[in-house]
């Protein structure tokens, strides 16, 4: 199979409809994309990325009108926050109906369902009769892309088409949610922070730990190892890292800084003045440059835990396990 990139919708509309899959661009990643209700092209997403079905996908929808088309039930709680964060990098786990393919949401009961905020995906979804199920559009376990190249390098020829629009401006992905009552439970931190949830529902409680409740599983995609460069990546203090590997050749990741240190043969600064929104926009891009550093060993230091920092740290956490 060849594979093309351009930004045809029509085109990639066509392969969507046959049952194909198409490399979607979001705001947060690129994403897989097939026909959500279509268990045999769900199907394909899973054995294309090598990913355990175990692990369930995003729904994605052209506005929050449609959840309730999937859920069987969207508490004012969920109307309230999409109406600021729809279209955006926030996914809501609903009770599903039954339409929805087991596949999709890995044999459980709850479906994850997002509005992503880029201008040639909601123009697709709003020529599609069906929703789109789309992981992050990397082999199962590596970084996740945020262009169409990264997309290319991975999955030409196990695709037909690349919807190519630019790289992605968020950087991370989502921010995955449960509400329960008056309650915002985040299952994976993202590009929605949990001050902005705060903001947006100021009568919520939002927890941001990770919530094993009984009802709602914790998001089961949430593996301790993930975004993994092929280099061993190390997260921490920096300059205690730096002592700690003395003697092997180092690339770094810093929010910041930059260090002079003879062993250091490459370094990515996500942001000089300090802008998480910025630092997480540079994130995978750079994790994949240094992946091709021919460095012994990728030092990545801990970043501020608030606000973004929270889904970077979460990241590099993962990409280091
Ligand atoms: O930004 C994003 O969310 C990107 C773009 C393409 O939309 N997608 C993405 O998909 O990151 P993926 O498959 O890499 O991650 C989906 C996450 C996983 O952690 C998965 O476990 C969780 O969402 N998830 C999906 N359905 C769920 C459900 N019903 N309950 C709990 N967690 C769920
Ligand atoms: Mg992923």
Redesign the pocket.
């Given at each position: 199979m060849t594979t093309a990139i351009g930004d045809n919708i029509a085109e990639a509309a066509a392969l969507l409809q046959q049952g194909g899959l198409v490399a979607?661009p979001?705001e947060?990643?690129?994403?897989l994309a097939a026909n959500a209700l279509n268990p045999e092209a769900v199907l394909s997403i899973f054995t294309t990325k090598g990913r355990p079905t175990f692990?369930?996908?995003?729904v994605?929808v052209p506005n929050a009108a449609h959840f309730e088309r999937y859920a069987t039930h969207v508490p004012p709680l969920v109307h309230q926050l999409a109406a600021q964060f729809c279209p955006g990098?926030l996914?809501f786990?609903l009770p599903k109906k039954s339409l929805v393919p087991d596949l999709v949401?890995?044999g459980?009961d709850?479906?994850?369902l997002?509005v992503?905020h880029h201008p040639l995906t909601l123009a697709l979804l709003g020529q599609l009769d069906f929703p789109l199920a789309?992981?992050?559009?990397n082999p199962f376990g590596y970084i996740?892309p945020v262009t169409a190249m990264h997309v290319y390098q991975q999955l030409q020829g196990k695709i037909a088409y690349i919807l190519d629009g630019g790289p992605c401006q968020v950087g991370v992905?989502?921010t995955?949610i449960?509400v329960e009552g008056n309650t915002i439970h985040i299952?994976?931190a993202?590009?929605i922070t949990a001050e902005d949830l705060r903001m947006a529902a100021p009568g919520a409680d939002v927890q941001a730990q990770q919530w094993n409740g009984a009802q709602?599983?914790?998001?089961?995609?949430?593996l301790k190892s993930h975004y993994a460069p092929k280099i061993k990546l190390h997260f921490g203090e920096m300059e205690a890292l730096l002592h700690q590997f003395t003697g092997q050749r180092k690339a770094l990741i810093t929010f910041t800084n930059t260090y002079t240190n003879p062993e250091v043969l490459a370094q990515e600064v996500l942001s000089p003045t300090g802008n998480l929104q910025e630092a997480a926009r540079n994130l995978f891009a750079a994790m994949r440059r240094l992946d091709d550093s021919g460095a012994d060993v990728i030092l990545a230091e801990r970043f501020p835990q608030h606000g973004l920092g929270i889904a970077i740290n979460d990241r590099l956490e993962r990409a280091s396990a």
């Open positions: 979607i979001t947060t990643v690129y994403g692990n369930p996908l995003i994605h990098p996914t786990v949401t890995g459980g709850t479906v994850a997002r992503p789309a992981p992050s559009a996740s992905e989502s995955v449960a299952l994976r993202g590009g709602q599983p914790a998001s089961p995609g949430m």
